[in-house]
């Protein structure tokens, strides 16, 4: 097995179980003129996204790490009618990418993208009383995961799911000699996860059109 090989079993499942969709293509086509590196989730981990959301019944989602909105297009429309996202983006170029493919997806009515770095945001909805979310996918700086978990702990409620993207890192994190930042912040993001008796995690690994990784999969308990 090998990659060629991975992205064939990608591709295969997107074509049967997704086919061609104008605002997701569309999404990707105008986040690469943009100049936006491809390091969103592929289309079967973008549905993947959505069907957890919906599995939840998730009426509020907090996504932290917008890039060109193509998660957010996929979890957006795994909420009701009057369902929201809040997006957090810390590039305003990307930002305004994401905006346009939001507006042409017809979700510009469900997804807020607010900019700015992305403590500074958690901390403002923290200090103004946001309601909590149903559903949070961190995407984002991987180092920073352990503040972003203190911060949505305090956005969420017994029954949020949280979703970390990453977190394998091409089975980096089981390295005890690897101590890049983003590595060591994941581990601190696990160690975390298991000293809160609240949580409730796994983590499944993926191989890819994205490479080896993997997501953590946690729900906070009362």
């Known amino acids: 097995m090998n990659e060629q090989t991975w992205h064939a079993v990608d591709d295969w499942f997107s ?10 293509d569309g999404a990707l086509a105008a986040s690469a003129q ?3 590196r491809a390091i969103n989730v592929a289309p079967n981990q973008g549905k993947f996204l959505h069907l957890l959301a919906r599995i939840q019944g998730a009426r509020r ?3 932290i790490g917008t890039l060109g909105g193509y998660s957010a297009i996929w979890l957006a429309r795994a909420l009701p009618e009057d369902g929201t996202l809040v997006s957090l983006e810390f590039s305003p170029e990307n930002a305004a990418v994401a905006r ?3 507006a ?3 979700l510009s009515d469900k997804v807020t993208v607010v900019t700015g770095l992305a403590l500074d945001s958690l901390d403002a909805m923290v200090s103004d009383g ?4 149903d559903f949070v996918f961190i995407d984002a700086d991987k180092r920073s995961n352990p503040q972003y978990l203190e911060r949505v702990l305090k956005l969420a409620r017994p029954g949020t799911v949280i979703v970390a993207d990453n977190v ?12 890049d930042a983003d590595v060591v912040g994941l581990r601190d993001y696990f160690d975390r996860l298991t000293q809160d008796a609240r949580l409730d995690t796994t983590a499944v690994q993926t191989v890819g059109s994205k490479g080896w990784d993997g997501f953590a999969i946690t ?3 009362g």
């Open 168 to 179: 394998v890192r091409s089975g980096r994190i089981a390295d005890p000699n690897d101590h």
């Open 219 to 221: 729900v906070v308990g």
């Open 34 to 36: 943009a100049g936006l």
């Open 100 to 102: 346009a493919n939001l």
């Open 61 to 63: 989602i907090l996504e």
């Open 15 to 24: 074509d049967r179980l997704i086919g061609a969709d104008e605002a997701l």
């Open 130 to 133: 946001t309601p909590p979310f």
């Open 104 to 106: 042409r997806a017809g």
